[in-house]
């Protein structure tokens, strides 16, 4: 998805927006970026170092910010590369640090490689707000699917909210618990108390499979949803 004319209405384009997935696992990946400035974030460099930085390269974006839903390594294995070609710091939930140590030793459980990891530039704890050229992202810190794991919230009046999921939540599903660190019941609450606070027409960008919204998921989701045991 790429949004960059201004919707009917609208003084200034909203957000430079593309998803795509990454890697053996299909890590969605996401470039967002200020349209009046072209500063951005790269949520999610999985893998694919060299796709990503053709298509920030396509869109223009200078990226400021690589910020990780959580410190799996099918969301990471793309940061030493990016962060070895651009400015932009790397940043993870301090929660996943020990996650984040240990690549290799969870890309190995899989049969895979993940080769070295650049130190993470940030620590978040939850709360910050990552600015990239005149807009901004909230960190929402929901762990269950790890102790460290987020979400990212844009909000801005006139255009539709949007929330960077990670593997909290996804359409009709949520991230698995049985990984290290996981916590269902921690989970549930993360989502039931803050994920599900967020306004219903929010566009979730998960990170695998497609989106939905909060509406969608908080009425219908099987696991978490309104009419789940």
Do not use: Y
């Not at 916590?183 to 039931?192: C, M, P």
Request: proline share 7%; glycine share 10%; hydrophobic share 40%.
């Amino acid at each position: 998805m790429s949004v960059v004319a201004p919707g009917p209405g609208e003084a200034t384009p909203r957000l430079i927006i593309k998803t795509f997935p990454v890697g053996a696992l299909g890590c969605n990946c996401t470039i967002v970026a200020c349209p009046e400035t072209h500063e951005g974030i790269v949520v999610d460099p999985g893998d694919e170092a060299p796709r990503i930085l053709r298509e920030l390269q396509a869109l223009g974006v200078n990226a400021v910010t690589l910020v990780h839903t959580h410190a799996h390594f099918d969301h990471v294995m793309g940061s030493q590369e990016l962060a070895a070609h651009t400015d932009a710091e790397t940043a993870v939930h301090r929660e996943d640090r020990w996650l984040w140590d240990n690549i290799e030793m969870q890309a190995q459980l899989f049969g895979l490689s993940a080769g070295p990891t650049v130190k993470p530039a940030r620590e978040l704890l939850g709360g910050e707000t990552l600015a990239f050229g005149r807009r901004s992202a909230r960190v929402l810190h929901t762990p269950g699917h790890t102790p460290g794991s987020l979400c990212l919230f844009i909000e801005r009046s006139g255009e539709q909210p949007i929330l960077f999921a990670g593997d909290t939540l996804f359409a009709g599903s949520v991230g698995r618990t049985d990984l290290w660190g996981g916590s269902f019941e921690q989970l549930a609450r993360s989502i039931r108390g803050d994920v599900f606070a967020l306004p219903d027409d929010t566009l979730v960008i998960p990170g695998h499979g497609p989106e939905t919204t909060i509406l969608a998921e908080r009425e219908h989701n099987p696991i978490v949803g309104k009419f789940a045991r």
